[in-house]
């Protein structure tokens, strides 16, 4: 069909057109690092999953990256600016110390790291997630966390436990500076206590502290649990912690009634000790059952071991049961008295009968006139009554 007149001709389709020239104006996309899988969309995801063979962040990741998640190598330590360029042959961080702008989440799991030095994530503003979970932590520099004013993800789950005390002290020290932390993992750590530096970040909205070894909170750190200035206060993962359900224990359980939207899993909370009161779930207990030692007030020593309800139920029931077989051996025995006597009876003449046997025979052996002859001389001659002589 020809075109009408005036009508500019259309030589061809436009949008392949328009193509070609979107693709030679955009700049090239940064090549994915070496070892590592690269997911394109709105935001681009890294994911290297190398074996021990990597041992330090790789260099050549791109600088528009805004997920990076390394698992499974051997980085041990992680020295300071190791995401801006600086690595343990000295070479200088890139200018201006920024080198990954844009990465928002980094996730470094099961990476066999054991030291965090100053500074390690210097160059990364944007970061709000961190994860350094199951690695076995055993030095943490006190400004490790410096430079992440973003920061609002903290997971350390299982990554605590062989530090010791001065790890502890040194998380203290790191946690300070992350005023913008909303949620803080510290799951399966053996924590005692709960960090003081994470009960006073300002803005906390989740601790995670199940798995742990904690015996109870103090009157101390449920106040610091609290918020002043409208701010909402943290909710609380407790559960799978050795409770010990004495009169220590008291302030805790009030606070958890008062509070136990807080605390999501308040009621697979158990008691571990005492004895009594073991895998009772804490919330069903009231404060008269929670008691201490004898001259113990305030709590610290050794728990009374008291029964509770079931157990003292089942003392009431073993007796009962008791009583029952009593009563019907007691019953057997009366009907059948007479046949008891008649084998009693039976009983005492055999014995009679047997001692009068053993009677007997000692007599009969005791008797001189059944000693037995003395034997003739050897030689003599043997008279007969006929031989005359």
Known sequence: MAPRAGQP???????????????????????????????????????????????????????????????????TVLRAAAFAGGDADGEEAVEGGVRLPHLTALRLTHNNIEVVEDGAFDGLPSLTALDLSHNPLR????????GLPALRSLQLNHALARGGPALLAA???????????????????????????????????????????????????LRALERDGGLPAPRLLLADNPLRCGCAARPLLAWLHNATERVPDARRLR?????????????????????????????????????????????????????????IFLMVLYLNRRGIQRWMRNLREACRDQMEGYHYRYEQDADPRRAPAPAAPTGSRATSPGSGL
């Open 9 to 75: 001709e259309h030589r061809g389709p436009l949008l392949p057109g328009l193509l070609l020239v979107a693709a030679a104006l955009s700049r090239p996309a940064a090549p994915c690092p070496f070892q590592c899988y690269c997911f394109g969309g709105p935001k681009l995801m890294l994911r290297c999953a190398s074996g021990a063979e990597l041992r330090q962040p790789p260099r050549d990741v791109p600088p528009d990256a805004r997920n990076l998640t390394i698992v499974g190598a051997n980085l």
């Open 139 to 146: 030095t943490l520099g006190g400004g490790a966390f410096r």
């Open 171 to 221: 998380l203290d020290a790191a946690l300070a500076p992350l005023d913008e932390l909303r949620l803080l993992g510290l799951a399966g750590n053996a924590l005692s206590r709960l960090p003081p530096a994470a009960l006073r970040r300002p803005r906390l909205e989740q601790l995670d502290v199940h798995l742990n070894a904690l015996a109870g909170l103090d009157p101390d750190e």
């Open 271 to 327: 008691c571990a000790a005492p004895r009594a009161l073991h895998n009772r779930p804490f919330l069903d207990l009231d404060e008269t059952q929670l008691r201490c030692a004898d001259g113990d007030a305030d709590g610290r020593g050794d728990e009374v071991e008291v029964a509770g309800p079931e157990l003292e139920a089942s003392y009431v029931f073993f007796g009962l049961v008791l009583a029952l077989i009593g009563l």
